[in-house]
C-alpha cells in the first residue's frame, strides 16, 4: 500500500511559481512511477505530468511542457511538480498519483493523494 499527501498549493498572480509536494508512505516508493493530474471545475481529469521510476524519464503535457518540470527524490519518498510561469487556466485541483508505469491515462494508477488547490489569479 502507498499513501499519497500532496502539499505546496494556494493562491498566485499570474506568471508566478508554486512547486508542489507528494509525500508518499511505504517502503516500496521507489519501484512506482509517478504522475500528476489536474481537474478544473466542470472538466474532466487531466494529465499533467509523470515519471517513470526506473529510468526517471518524464513526460508532460503540451500545455505545460516548458513551464513545469516534475522530479523525485526516492530517498525522501517524495515526488515534486514545480510551476513555473503560471496562467489562470492552470486553476485546478492537482492530484499526484502511482502506479506501476508512467502514462498519461489516469486508470494506470494505482494510488491517489487527495489533491491540492491551485489557483493563478489574472
Known amino acids: 500500500q502507498v499513501q499519497l499527501v500532496e502539499s505546496g498549493g494556494g493562491l498566485v498572480q499570474s506568471g508566478g511559481s508554486l512547486r508542489l509536494s507528494c509525500a508518499a508512505s511505504g517502503r516500496t516508493f521507489s519501484t512506482y512511477a509517478m504522475g500528476w493530474f489536474r481537474q478544473a471545475p466542470g472538466k474532466e481529469r487531466e494529465f499533467v505530468s509523470a515519471?517513470?521510476?526506473?529510468?526517471?524519464?518524464?513526460y508532460y503535457a503540451a500545455s505545460v511542457k516548458g513551464r513545469f518540470t516534475i522530479s523525485r527524490d526516492n530517498a525522501l519518498k517524495t515526488a515534486y511538480l514545480q510551476m513555473n510561469s503560471l496562467k489562470p487556466e492552470d486553476t485546478a485541483v492537482y492530484y499526484c498519483?502511482?502506479?506501476?508505469?508512467?502514462?498519461?491515462?489516469?486508470?494506470?494508477?494505482?494510488?491517489w493523494g487527495q489533491g491540492t488547490q491551485v489557483t493563478v489569479s489574472s
Open positions: 515519471i517513470s521510476w526506473r529510468t526517471s524519464n518524464t
Open positions: 498519483a502511482a502506479g506501476d508505469r508512467a502514462s498519461y491515462n489516469p486508470n494506470a494508477y494505482n494510488y
